[in-house]
């Protein structure tokens, strides 16, 4: 089937904390339908116990798809595209103090083991804005703050992406953006591709500012729990990266 919503304006608020228990005796839902089609949909929703605020203006979405069972875990998909669309995400979380006493209770990194297998044929962005808050926090200036993100102009195309188990793929044909900071991608594109023995890179290219790189190659591991000790062999023909780039995300490495 195919579903199609246009000129929604939504508005949902909940005043109590989610019930975690509860979430996870809630059987799956099953999707059957093969289409989504979106336009001109406004949706507000508030988790007012939590202080999360979401609010989206989707101007044109729509999504193609082959099979979702989530009982299987099995996310297909042939097509994904929005265009001309708003999200921002607003929450409220204080900073946890980087003083902490050493545990004793960490486990070493386990490797990859992604319990579904996810599969999406295209992607498709287009004139999009991102918008990234928590209210907690000040907001600093002069470069990339991470807790205040405003990503705008964004433009993406991304085909073939599998991710399943220990492997994750993905061929970024095209991505760029401007973030309020005047930080600005130009140009990225290559394609990535990691497994439980080997992570490898196919013509990366980053154009930002006056910083260009170009980046192929692969590194090679016993495991991915064995990650430090890789075997790297990249080559970085015809790279610049300029000193006002590095700034926007390292601002005092200069001091």
């Not at 939504?10 to 999707?31: C, G, H, M």
């Not at 336009?39 to 099979?67: G, P, V, W």
């Not at 999009?128 to 926090?137: E, H, K, P, R, T």
């Not at 991470?146 to 990503?151: A, E, R, V």
Request: with cysteine; glycine share 4%.
């Amino acid at each position: 089937g195919k579903i199609k919503i246009e000129n929604v304006h939504a508005v949902i608020e909940q005043r109590k904390a989610p019930d975690i228990n509860q979430q996870e005796a809630e059987s799956l839902p099953t999707i059957e339908f093969e289409e989504i089609d979106l336009r001109n949909i406004t949706l507000s929703y508030s988790q007012l116990a939590l202080k999360q605020y979401l609010h989206a203006e989707l101007k044109e979405a729509f999504i193609d798809i082959n099979e979702i069972d989530l009982t299987k875990n099995l996310i297909d998909i042939n097509n994904v595209s929005l265009q001309h669309s708003s999200i921002t995400y607003n929450f409220y979380q204080p900073e946890v103090s980087t003083v902490q006493q050493p545990s004793t209770n960490s486990e070493p990194f386990a490797g990859l083991n992604i319990p579904w297998d996810i599969m999406v044929n295209d992607i498709n962005l287009e004139g999009n804005s991102i918008q990234y808050f928590n209210s907690a926090l000040p907001v600093e200036k002069g470069s990339i703050d991470f807790n205040h993100l405003w990503i705008f102009g964004l433009q993406c195309q991304v085909k073939d992406v599998r991710i399943a188990g220990n492997m994750l793929t993905a061929e970024i044909e095209s991505l760029s953006f401007q973030e309020k900071s005047n930080f600005s991608l130009q140009a990225l594109q290559g394609k990535f591709t990691l497994e439980e023995k080997t992570f490898s890179i196919d013509k990366l290219i980053v154009e930002s500012g006056d910083s260009k790189v170009e980046l192929s190659g692969n590194a090679s591991f016993n495991s991915l729990t064995d990650y430090q000790t890789a075997r790297i062999d990249f080559e970085t023909p015809q790279s610049t990266i300029a000193t006002k780039d590095i700034l926007f995300f390292a601002p005092h490495v200069l001091d």
